[in-house]
């Protein structure tokens, strides 16, 4: 093995961009990108709302308030020189009851805290300028938030890594872990795969790919689902850009809300219900291994009985096609059930801690000759290069 030899284990976004990042700062390093799909961005990276989060709703000082920042500005500058899709279109943020507008408030001094530029509270008028369907009592203008194609910029990133000496090889998946003398062996359907380095950024299997390594990670994933309706081209005329509903702070889910896709289309939702499968995009999709995990994590049911009322919601919402249009006529009234046909769906890796309670920041953690990525969830896509920026700088 070369002295500087790096195995990146997963293929989403922080996974890739964490391997271009490290070849930047250790060029002509040995470097190997193990996805264990056959093909990368299959998982949260590909079936997200495809919206670049600029860093509003983050608490300041965290991770993800700082790296979403930063990282959304490298986002558009890689985008604009590779010509991956993408505009910077701005967000609308809509308070629907008067009881929302101090929340509202709220948002606007957490992104003013954040660094973000052109933020403006807006009435019911000014919204309307902008968005010229919305209902609400007041609005709050985000201008630097935007869309982008994912799967293009993760196929793009993937290419970079090949021209920069680096391999990405798919249908991967990494079954053994094993440290040895001067680095690690993984164990996969292609062979084996030698590095003095280690680094684990793989989204749903955070916390397994972790436990392979040998480390007891204190957390571990609850896959969340959400699903997506497509608006029919005479809905699409409703929204022009991003309308999202005032963020509930207690939660890390940003609510049912209306995207313009960088690849066409109006997309609307996700709700957040629990999965029975990691990797499940069906509703009823199950996995006995997963759902047993989930069902006997005790974190899981100390958080459904604090936040039981929101539980419930979700999952009615996720088999209603009339619960989940109400949700979107408090921020469009004139959106019908006629206007939504099904869309994909995506699962959020979340991770939790025993006591119920949500791990809300990245949760990255460094050894010697290895560093395991547990936390992930959004704005990570947006934020990645920044993340990977962040890793390749904590290598010695």
Same mark, same amino acid.
């Given at each position: ?7 990146? %284990?997963?293929?989403?976004? $922080? ?46 000082? /965290?991770?993800? *308030?700082?790296?979403? $920042? ?53 009435? &019911?008028?000014?919204?309307?300028? +902008?968005? &010229? ?34 391999? $990405? ?16 062996? *993984? /164990? ?13 950024? *793989? ?15 204190? $957390?571990? %994933? ?73 069902? /006997? ?66 949760? +990255? %953690? ?28 904590? +290598?010695?």
């Amino acid at each position: 093995m070369r002295q500087h030899s790096f195995l990146v %284990i997963g293929g989403g976004a $922080v996974g890739l961009a964490t391997a271009w990042r490290i070849l930047e700062r250790f060029p002509g390093a040995g470097l190997t990108l193990l996805e264990k799909e056959s093909a990368v961005c299959r998982h949260q990276t590909g079936n997200n709302s495809g919206v670049l989060h600029c860093g509003l709703a983050y608490r300041p000082g /965290t991770e993800k *308030a700082r790296l979403a $920042v930063r990282g959304i500005r490298q986002i558009t500058e890689f985008c604009a020189a590779h010509g991956v899709r993408h505009e910077i279109c701005g967000k609308l943020v809509v308070a629907t009851r008067d009881e929302q507008v101090s929340r509202l408030q709220d948002l606007f001094e957490r992104g003013t805290a954040n660094g973000l530029k052109g933020l403006e509270i807006l009435t &019911p008028e000014g919204m309307r300028e +902008i968005e &010229p369907h919305v209902a609400g009592v007041a609005g709050l203008r985000v201008p630097e938030e935007g869309i982008v194609d994912y799967p293009g910029y993760c196929e793009t990133l993937a290419r970079l890594i090949e021209q920069s000496g680096g391999c $990405v090889v798919t249908s991967a998946g990494v079954s053994q872990l094993r440290q040895i003398e001067g680095g690690w062996v *993984a /164990t996969t359907p292609k062979g084996e795969f030698r590095a003095s380095f280690l680094i684990t950024c *793989a989204g749903l299997q955070a916390d397994r790919i972790a436990r392979l390594a040998g480390e007891r990670p204190g $957390v571990q %994933i609850v896959p969340f689902r959400g699903d997506y309706f497509k608006l029919a081209p005479d809905g699409e005329r409703l929204v022009r850009n991003l309308i999202y509903p005032v963020v509930d702070k207690r939660f890390p889910f940003l609510g049912v809300h209306l995207t313009r896709l960088a690849r066409g289309g109006i997309e609307a939702g996700p709700n957040a219900a629990l999965a029975l499968k990691r990797e499940g995009y069906g509703k009823t999709d199950f996995d006995w291994d997963d759902a047993a995990e989930a069902l /006997t994590f005790p974190g899981l049911w100390r958080f459904a009985g604090r936040h039981l009322r929101m539980c419930t919601n979700e999952l009615r919402r996720a088999f209603s096609k009339r619960l989940f249009c109400e949700s979107l006529q408090t921020l469009v009234p004139e959106i019908e059930e006629r206007h939504l046909s099904p869309g994909g769906s995506g699962v959020r890796a979340q991770a939790m801690r025993r006591n119920g309670q949500l791990v809300e920041d990245f949760d +990255i %953690i460094q050894r010697p000759t290895a560093i395991h990525v547990l936390n992930a969830p959004s704005p990570a896509a947006t934020a990645s290069l920044a993340i990977g920026e962040k890793i390749a700088g904590m +290598i010695g």
